[in-house]
């Protein structure tokens, strides 16, 4: 069963938690991954030395082989990973469009769904205003 991610810490600190929680070292870890133990430490702090940005830039499917190994959620893990930010040009349409047009509900249940959708959208404005669903960036590393 997967765990619960804690949306208010960064991917890092996440997969620093469940090593700590399954008491699995960061070579322990890297083994069972496949990656060395200075890309683990990376992952943890956030940090890719060498870069540019220094921003770590996971690829989808290293979030997805980190997140099966600790049970995280995949769709979860890869937002707090910043591998799938939200675009609200072409979300907000779609939203809008089960909101109010869509011609397959009845009237009834669009008034039943348009409160879960209006707060879905304003969280994703929410999180969107305030970087949550950008790439996470490093504390220390502004």
Same mark, same amino acid.
């Given at each position: 069963? /997967?765990?619960?991610?804690?949306?208010?810490?960064?991917?890092?600190?996440?997969? $620093?938690?469940?090593?700590?929680?399954r008491?699995?070292s960061?070579? *322990?870890f890297?083994? $069972?991954? %496949?990656?060395s133990?200075?890309?683990i430490g990376?992952?943890?702090? %956030?940090?890719s030395?060498?870069?540019k940005s220094?921003e770590?830039?996971?690829?989808p499917?290293?979030v997805?082989?980190i997140?099966?190994?600790l049970?995280f959620?995949?769709?979860e893990?890869?937002?707090?990973? %910043?591998?799938?930010?939200?675009d609200?040009?072409?979300?907000e349409?779609?939203?809008? +469009?089960?909101?109010?047009e869509?011609?397959?509900l009845?009237?009834?249940?669009?008034?039943?769904l348009?409160? +879960?959708?209006?707060?879905?959208?304003a969280?994703?404005?929410?999180?969107n205003? +305030?970087g949550?669903?950008? $790439? *996470?960036?490093? /504390?220390q590393?502004?």
């Amino acid at each position: 069963m /997967p765990i619960k991610l804690d949306t208010e810490k960064s991917f890092g600190e996440n997969v $620093r938690l469940a090593l700590l929680d399954r008491g699995w070292s960061n070579a *322990q870890f890297s083994r $069972r991954v %496949g990656i060395s133990t200075t890309m683990i430490g990376n992952i943890i702090r %956030g940090l890719s030395p060498g870069t540019k940005s220094g921003e770590l830039n996971l690829k989808p499917e290293m979030v997805d082989k980190i997140s099966s190994l600790l049970e995280f959620p995949p769709a979860e893990a890869r937002l707090l990973a %910043g591998c799938n930010p939200v675009d609200l040009a072409k979300i907000e349409p779609y939203l809008a +469009t089960l909101m109010y047009e869509h011609s397959d509900l009845e009237e009834k249940d669009k008034d039943e769904l348009r409160p +879960t959708l209006e707060m879905m959208l304003a969280e994703i404005r929410r999180r969107n205003a +305030t970087g949550e669903l950008r $790439r *996470q960036k490093n /504390p220390q590393n502004p």
